[in-house]
């Protein structure tokens, strides 16, 4: 008789154990006979502008863009003009909120962002002279010549209801019903590296904590040319097809699909790698554990996430996020973290998030991310679009 071997979830939470880390790596070398090639075609190194070190980065602010007063006047023109047609939020882009003289700075922007080192910051938004609405149609108008695209952040077309387009980033684990909340961005605590859905995240601060919750990037390029020289094992893993967990979704309980792409040079673009994952999704979170009734991941896919997350935090970049500070970074070639807070008495980490895409500049959408990304930017009406003035518990998205 054939012993029926049950596969289970391996011993992986959602906050990484180094040391689990480290003995699941030595079992594996010393008991698996691991590939010592990368996937046919997958580039050896990769040598890009996107390619940076953290301690390289935080030495230099070059990726600081300072906003001077007469282009703080000019947003609040923009401001006053958009306001002033009466128009819904929706609505909001680089026509109906204009910018003269800042529009092809941002435009130069968004180039780097897509092909230079991936991130920016946009420093100096008067955050305290203005409503909290008036501080969010400034922060898509801006963002609007970034990013023309806005990307909905909750899919809400079923319900026959406004989609949410802006999200806010804030601990409300004290306001809400305990065991609701099923992602870190609504608590205090920290989150792991991992990446969004869409091709710009963009983060506003209205509001710093009191102490923590700094803001953490890490290139997935170098990530990627770490395990590409080390581990190309782990680019197999990676490469394979994951189950995402559907948190209790009756029509689709999980999907599949790889967590990294390759895209060939082309003519007018360089070769790529992207790297798509968050890893609640497969360990679950506070409100939502991992599901028990779906396919476990593998002691391999378990390491792979591991060491996603510790070569990215070893080689990352602590970015001083302050009042006033957009950061635009390209989800493509980036994962982001943030490490937990505690507020206090006016200094309660709030920010405000968006997910946009440039035409003029988007990488091509791998195949298996194109039916996610439609349903983040196809047809997306004016009038479709949410822009909450308060944080809510969120539905169910992809990070």
């Known amino acids: 008789m054939v012993e029926v071997q049950t596969l ?7 906050h990484p154990d ?9 079992r594996r070398v010393t008991t698996e006979t691991l590939p010592k090639t990368l996937p046919q075609g997958f580039p050896e190194h990769l040598d890009s502008p996107l390619v940076w070190e953290g301690t390289e980065v935080e030495k230099r602010n070059d990726w600081i863009y300072q906003l001077s007063d007469a282009q703080l006047d000019e947003i609040d023109q923009a401001l006053q003009s958009f306001k002033s047609k009466n ?12 910018l003269p003289t800042l529009h092809p700075i941002l435009r130069d922007l968004s180039r780097e962002i897509h092909l230079g080192r991936g991130f920016v910051v946009v420093r100096g938004l ?42 806010h980033i804030k601990d409300i ?43 953490k990037l890490a290139s997935s390029w170098n990530v990627y ?24 979704n009756p029509t689709q309980p999980y999907s599949t699909r790889p967590l990294l792409y390759h895209q060939p040079a082309t ?35 378990a390491e792979a996430l591991d060491a996603l997350h510790f070569l990215a935090e ?35 980490r709030h920010l405000l998030r968006l997910w946009l895409r440039d035409p003029e500049y988007a990488w091509e959408t791998p195949e298996p991310l194109r039916k996610r990304w439609d349903s983040l930017y196809k047809d997306l009406e004016p009038e479709e679009q949410d822009f909450p003035l308060e944080p809510r518990i969120r539905g169910n998205t992809t990070s």
């Not at 128009?87 to 204009?98: A, V, Y």
């Not at 009042?323 to 006016?346: C, E, M, W």
Request: overall charge neutral.
């Open 18 to 26: 180094y040391a689990k880390y480290t003995a699941r790596t030595e």
């Open 8 to 14: 289970v979830q391996p011993d992986i939470q959602y």
């Open 267 to 301: 003519s007018t673009t360089p070769e790529r790698v992207l790297i798509q994952y968050a890893r609640r999704y497969f360990t679950g979170f506070m409100a939502q554990p991992r599901s028990t009734n779906i396919p476990p991941i593998t002691e391999a896919q």
């Open 173 to 215: 684990s004290r306001t809400v019903q305990a065991g609701t909340i099923g992602a870190p961005s609504n608590t205090a605590d920290k989150q792991v590296f991992h990446t969004d859905s869409g091709d710009i995240i963009s983060l506003l601060c209205l509001q710093e904590a009191a102490e923590g919750g700094e803001s």
């Open 87 to 98: 128009l819904p939020l929706g609505s909001i882009n680089q026509s109906t909120f204009p």
């Open 225 to 248: 040319n770490i395990l590409a020289r080390e581990r190309p094992d782990l680019i197999h893993t990676l490469t394979q097809d994951w189950p995402f967990d559907g948190f209790s």
């Open 126 to 167: 008067r955050i305290d002279h203005y409503s909290r609405e008036d501080n969010i149609i400034i922060y898509a108008g801006v963002s609007s010549h970034i990013g023309n695209y806005r990307g909905r952040q909750e899919d809400n077309r079923i319900k026959g209801t406004p989609s949410k387009v802006l999200s």
């Open 314 to 348: 070893k080689h990352s970049a602590s970015l001083g996020f302050q009042k006033g500070d957009i950061q635009y970074v390209n989800n493509l070639s980036i994962f982001h973290a943030r490490n937990g807070f505690t507020d206090g008495p006016g200094k309660e």
